[in-house]
């Protein structure tokens, strides 16, 4: 059974930091690129951050290029996203995703999903 399970997320103020954490399990892990996407209410599902399945590269959204950064542990299959410089704008449901393939950059192309993670960043 597939599951990705995300945590980590809370409530910050502006200017401070989280690492959201996801862990996988049921999957190649390794195959598999792994993203972050969020969510704010209102608004459409946005990629924020991809990884490749062994580490080797990265894609960030504008948004989070500079202050946010995605990597992996293929051994303990788990994929964080470190979050610096937040701002209110970066309240969402934070989401990680698996995709098999390269076509990593949308979101209706991924295998699976988490259940999401509340970020909330007060002025």
């Known amino acids: 059974q597939v599951q990705l399970v995300e945590s980590g997320g809370k409530l910050v103020q502006a200017g401070g930091s989280l690492r959201l954490s996801c862990a996988a399990s049921g999957f190649t892990f390794s195959s598999y690129a792994m993203g972050w996407f969020r969510q704010a209410p209102g608004k459409e599902r946005e990629l924020v951050a991809v990884i490749t399945g062994l580490g080797a590269n990265t894609y960030y959204a504008d948004s989070a290029k500079g202050r946010f950064t995605i990597s992996r542990d293929n051994a303990k299959k788990m994929v964080y996203l470190q979050m610096n410089s937040l701002k209110p704008e970066d309240t969402a449901v934070y989401y990680c995703?698996?995709?098999?393939?390269?076509?990593?950059?949308?979101?209706?192309?991924?295998?699976?999903w988490g259940q999401g993670t509340q970020v909330t960043v007060s002025s």
């Open positions: 995703a698996a995709h098999w393939g390269r076509n990593y950059y949308y979101a209706d192309s991924y295998d699976y």
